[in-house]
């Protein structure tokens, strides 16, 4: 707005110096080659003044349009950015010894009945790990459904009667880590 406002005070100010031409012609103190001269260097510093704003107008245009491509990279950058996963190290609790589908069973049995499908689809949780002798599992998850995930594991004892629980041990951001922490506990 401050370079309209600006343009508009120029157009203005030529046009005075226009009138003052033409009012100077017409009471015969400018010869009409002096006005011919001053129309001409008066019309100079309008097209220049013209031109000056629609640069101005489009440097402005293009530095919108560089914030706007800069904020929808972000936009994008963030959505199609790759979630992150974390690692949940946790106790299987029974009389039996379960095998690595069993626990997985158990575990989608409950998580689709608490969150469905979709929930199901947003944690994208999955066996990785599974030690029978120590009963110990490895789970990935996406970083965002911790809640869900813990949540689900608390209801597993609920939704057996009591005949199977998971206890949540550790969450670390690396499948090595979480080997780490199965191999450190078996020890113990």
């Known amino acids: 707005m401050k370079i309209v406002a600006l343009f508009i005070a120029l157009t203005v100010l030529e046009a005075t110096y226009f009138l003052a031409l033409i009012s100077l012609l017409m ?49 994008i950058k963030n959505v199609v950015r790759k979630p992150r996963k974390r690692y949940l190290v946790f106790q299987v609790l029974t009389e039996n010894v379960l095998s690595k589908s069993d626990v997985e069973k158990v575990f989608n049995k409950v998580f689709n009945e608490f969150f469905g499908i979709i929930g199901g689809g947003e944690a994208n949780p999955k066996l990785v790990l599974y030690d029978e002798k120590s009963m110990r599992c490895v789970l990935r998850f ?27 041990l550790k969450i670390t951001g690396t499948l090595k880590k979480a080997k780490e922490i199965v191999k450190t506990l078996e020890l113990d």
């Open 142 to 168: 996406v970083h965002t459904q911790r809640s869900k995930v813990l949540f689900a594991l608390a209801m597993v004892s609920e939704v057996t009667d009591g005949k199977i629980g998971f206890i949540p």
């Open 27 to 75: 009471f015969g103190t400018l010869d009409i080659v002096y006005f011919i001269i001053f129309s001409a260097i008066g019309f100079m510093f309008f097209a220049i003044t013209y031109v000056i704003y629609k640069l101005l107008k489009l440097q402005i245009l293009i530095v919108k349009a560089g914030v706007r491509l800069s904020s929808e990279k972000l936009a």
